[in-house]
């Protein structure tokens, strides 16, 4: 049954009524990765470029590595309408291939450094698709391959134990198909310990038109990816904490003010739903607006996350809603924190501080932004400049304000800007300089939309 919902079948192994005969049971990276012999940890993580990713590549394509490269879709915003040329221009960025087995369809090129011959798959062409595929089923060795470079293929069911690295470029819209691409450097194999995911992501440009798009993907690559790690994360059981002498079982978390699961229909999807319905929350386009501290937490956890839930499981009752809300916020800010153990107290950090795991409740933890790490990545990995891009793009989703009074407070930008030396603040405490930072936001939007044909 897992691997059905792992490929994401088109049709279901069993109906509804059948399915609900079963138990089920999760069993996810961390428990994946604790019975290995040799691999014992997984590393995910994000690279950001602007303009053509073919330029970037060679950033973060590491040839000593055995590597799984998944190029964009040529629809993608990332592709650039001609996937050929792009297999080339990589070939080229590494290195002269010598020749190609007319037998396998396997590539042999020379490696530029220190002129090592790589064995290349190349499963975007066509014309010798299935002589590879039939020489990929056959290896027997790490010797046997280096570098698959595929579109479509090579996700689901693909086996290929040595490969090291999975390196992804652009934004992946379903969660299922990342798991399937981390898949495929997550075999036990005594070639390595700690295999690679990265996604390699496209900046915004401020001058692109198409601004927001660029956000919002780089957002839900990013979220997408957050929630990978929160799989990997020991999981925890959270209980209710009525007093002081609650005894705390190993694995456990009691909070005071915590609402249990009281029906099977919430434990089921707490136990095996969990994961896509943080993917549900995480990649709602309102959340993703919400999550660099444009909305206070409390508005996020209690108004925000419950209108999802509700979407996505219309017969929960609101007292179920409230159950799981509270788990899948517990769940997120407790697997986002870092737990320090002090002789026999544990700590969590929240919020940039450590607080007593003993001390949690309910109510503080809903203080905080669960999904705030994204907006952290974003924050350290950017520059500032585009960071800018980011948080205008974002707030010019939220601006309230008319042609006119933009207008009028464009007018007065420039007596400002001569005054103070420097542009209005988005997050200043002067109402009027906080007014006037949105208008020229507000009116940037509307010129980039212009242009674009838009408006």
Not at 8 to 31: C, H, Q, S
Not at 52 to 74: C, F, G, R
Not at 84 to 93: A, K, P, W
Request: proline share 3%.
């Amino acid at each position: 049954m897992t691997g059905s919902y792992f490929r994401g079948d088109g049709v279901a192994v069993l109906m509804p009524e059948d399915e609900e005969k079963f138990t089920k049971i999760t069993y996810n990276y961390y428990e994946q990765l604790n019975g290995y012999t040799h691999l014992k940890s997984l590393g995910i993580g994000y690279h950001f470029y602007q303009g053509k990713y073919t330029s970037a590549i060679a950033e973060v394509l590491d040839t000593d590595k055995k590597t799984i490269l998944h190029i964009p879709n040529v629809n993608a915003g990332e592709s650039t309408k001609d996937k050929y040329q792009e297999v080339d221009t990589i070939l080229d960025m590494i290195g002269d291939v010598e020749r190609q087995d007319h037998q396998t369809g396997i590539i042999y090129l020379k490696r530029k450094t220190d002129g090592k011959i790589l064995k290349i798959a190349n499963l975007v062409e066509e014309n010798d698709r299935e002589k590879v595929v039939e020489y990929l089923r056959n290896i027997k060795c790490e010797d046997d391959m280096d570098l698959i470079i595929a579109l479509g293929m090579a996700k689901e069911g693909f086996d290929w134990p040595y490969c090291e690295h999975a390196l992804t470029v652009g934004y992946r819209g379903s969660l299922t198909e990342v798991i399937q691409i981390i898949g495929r450097c997550t075999r036990d194999s005594k070639n390595k310990t700690h295999p690679q995911f990265t996604n390699l992501i496209a900046q915004p440009d401020a001058t692109n038109d198409q601004v927001t798009f660029s956000v919002n993907n780089m957002l839900k690559a990013i979220t997408c990816s957050l929630l990978m790690e929160q799989v990997l994360a020991p999981s925890f059981k959270f209980k209710t904490r009525l007093s002081d002498e609650d005894k705390t079982e190993a694995g456990e978390i009691r909070i005071r003010g915590f609402k249990e699961p009281s029906s099977k229909r919430v434990k089921d999807i707490i136990e095996s739903d969990l994961n896509d319905l943080k993917a549900s929350i995480l990649q709602d386009d309102q959340m993703i607006k919400a999550l660099p501290g444009n909305v206070d937490p409390e508005v996020i956890n209690k108004v925000m996350i419950p209108k999802i839930i509700q979407i996505k499981y219309p017969d929960l009752t609101s007292s179920e809603v409230e159950e799981v809300r509270q788990y899948v916020v517990v769940d997120s800010v407790v697997k986002s924190g870092e737990i320090k153990e002090t002789g026999n107290q544990r700590f969590i950090r929240m919020a940039g501080k450590f607080i007593n795991i003993e001390d949690l409740h309910i109510d503080l933890i809903d203080t905080i932004n669960p999904f705030q790490q994204a907006f952290e990545i974003l924050s350290k990995s950017v520059t500032a400049k585009v960071f800018k891009v980011i948080q205008e793009a974002i707030e010019a989703t939220r601006i309230q304000i008319s042609d006119e009074v933009a207008v009028v407070y464009y007018k007065k930008y420039y007596e400002f800007h001569i005054r103070n030396g420097r542009s209005p603040d988005l997050n200043s405490h002067d109402s009027e300089e906080r007014r006037m930072a949105e208008a020229i936001v507000y009116l940037k939007d509307k010129k980039r939309k212009r242009d674009a044909g838009k408006i």
